[in-house]
C-alpha cells in the first residue's frame, strides 16, 4: 500500500469551480484572439462592435484569471492560434463573434452552476456580458442564453 | 449549604430554560418551514415573470399590431422563463400556502405602460437574477437564474439602448 501523498495539481482542479474557471479561461482566450482578427478585418460599420467586444473580453479574461489565482490555482496559458472564419466578408466575421460568444456563454452558464458565490457572480455578470454582445451585433435572442441553441 | 443553594437555583434555571426551549418548538407560535429557501426565491422569481408578462401584454394591447413585433417576441421568452421556473417548483407545491407576495407591484399592469418603463423593469429584473442566483443553494436553478438573466439584460438593451 503507497503511504506516497497525491502529488499537488498546480492546476488546482480538485478545488470547487477551478475546472469551470479555466473552461472560461479558454473561451476568452480564443475571444479575445478571435475579435483581435475580427476587429483588423471588420468594415466601418462593424470596427467599433469588435473592438469593443475585444476590450470587454480582455477584461473578463482577466478577471477569470484572477478569480484563478486567488484560488491558488494556475491560469492555462492561451494557445498560439485558435480558429478564424475562412472568409473575411461581413456574414462570416459576424458569425464567428457569434460562435465565441456563444463558446464563452456555455463556460460561464457551466461556471454558474459551482458552489461559490462568488463565482456564481462573476458567471452571471460574464454570461450577460456575452448576451449583450449578441444583442449588439443584432444576433437572434433566445430565451436561454448560454444553453445550446439558447434553448433548454 | 450557601453552594447546595447556588446549585439548586442552576438547576429550576435550567429547568425553566428547558421548559422555554420546549414551548420554542412544540408551542402555538412555533411553525414548520414547509417551503425551502429555493422554493421561496423561486416563487418571488415566478412572480416577477408574471408581472412582467401582464405588463407585456397590457401594453402590445396598446399599440398598433405593426409595433409589437418585437415586444411580442419579449413575451415569449417571458412566457418560456415563467414555464421553466414554474417546473422547477416540487411536486408537492401545489398543497402548500403561497409565499408572501413579492415586494414588486402586482401582476397587474402599470395604469400608463410604455416602452421605456418596461425597459427599466426589464434592467430590474435582471438585476434581480444576478442577487437570486448567489443564494439559491440548488446549482441547476442558479443556471437557469444567470441565462434567464441574461436574456432580460438583452431586452433591456435592445429597449433601452446601449448607454442605458
Known amino acids: 500500500m503507497s503511504t506516497t501523498p497525491p502529488s499537488p495539481d498546480p492546476t488546482g482542479s480538485e478545488l470547487p469551480g477551478v475546472d469551470s474557471l479555466q ?14 482578427y475580427l476587429g483588423a478585418q471588420a468594415s466601418e460599420r462593424f470596427e467599433e462592435a469588435f473592438r469593443e467586444r475585444f476590450n470587454a473580453h480582455r477584461a473578463q479574461r482577466d478577471a477569470v484569471r484572477t478569480a484563478l489565482v486567488e484560488r491558488a490555482a494556475e491560469p ?23 460562435l465565441l460568444e456563444q463558446v464563452a456563454a456555455q463556460a460561464y452558464l457551466e461556471l454558474a452552476g459551482c458552489t461559490d458565490p462568488e463565482l456564481r457572480d462573476l ?19 433566445g430565451p436561454f442564453p448560454g444553453f445550446p441553441g439558447e434553448e433548454l | 449549604m450557601r453552594q447546595d443553594a447556588v446549585s ?10 428547558a421548559t422555554l426551549g420546549a414551548c420554542g418548538c ?9 417551503i425551502s429557501p429555493d422554493e421561496h426565491l423561486l416563487r418571488s422569481a415566478i412572480a416577477e415573470e408574471e ?22 417576441d419579449c413575451l415569449k421568452r417571458h ?16 398543497t402548500v400556502l403561497p409565499t408572501e407576495p413579492s415586494r414588486g407591484p402586482g401582476p397587474e399592469a402599470e ?4 416602452v421605456t418603463r418596461i425597459g427599466v423593469a426589464e434592467q430590474a429584473a435582471s438585476t434581480n437574477r444576478m442577487r437570486q442566483l448567489t443564494e439559491v443553494f440548488d446549482p441547476a436553478l442558479a443556471q437557469l437564474l444567470a441565462s434567464i438573466g441574461a436574456c432580460e439584460a438583452s431586452h433591456a438593451y435592445l429597449i433601452l439602448g446601449p448607454n442605458r
Not at chain 1, 482566450?29 to 483581435?36: D, I, L, Q
Request: no cysteine.
Open chain 2, 111 to 114: 395604469p400608463d405602460e410604455d
Open chain 1, 123 to 141: 458567471a452571471g455578470r460574464s454570461l450577460r456580458q456575452t448576451a449583450l454582445s449578441r444583442a449588439a451585433l443584432a444576433l437572434p435572442l
Open chain 2, 26 to 34: 412544540q408551542g402555538t407560535r412555533w411553525y414548520p418551514h414547509e
Open chain 1, 23 to 36: 473552461d472560461a479561461l479558454h473561451a476568452e482566450h480564443a475571444a479575445v484572439y478571435g475579435y483581435s
Open chain 2, 8 to 17: 439548586r437555583r442552576t438547576v429550576f434555571a435550567g429547568a425553566l430554560v
Open chain 2, 51 to 72: 408581472t412582467l408578462i401582464a405588463r407585456y401584454q397590457a401594453l402590445i394591447r396598446s399599440l398598433d399590431e405593426d409595433e409589437t413585433g418585437f415586444l411580442g
Open chain 2, 79 to 94: 412566457e418560456r422563463h415563467r414555464a421553466a421556473l414554474v417546473e422547477r417548483l416540487p411536486e408537492s407545491a401545489e
Open chain 1, 76 to 98: 492555462v496559458a492561451g494557445a498560439a492560434a485558435y480558429a478564424l472564419p475562412d472568409d473575411t466578408d461581413e456574414d462570416s466575421l459576424v458569425n464567428h463573434a457569434d
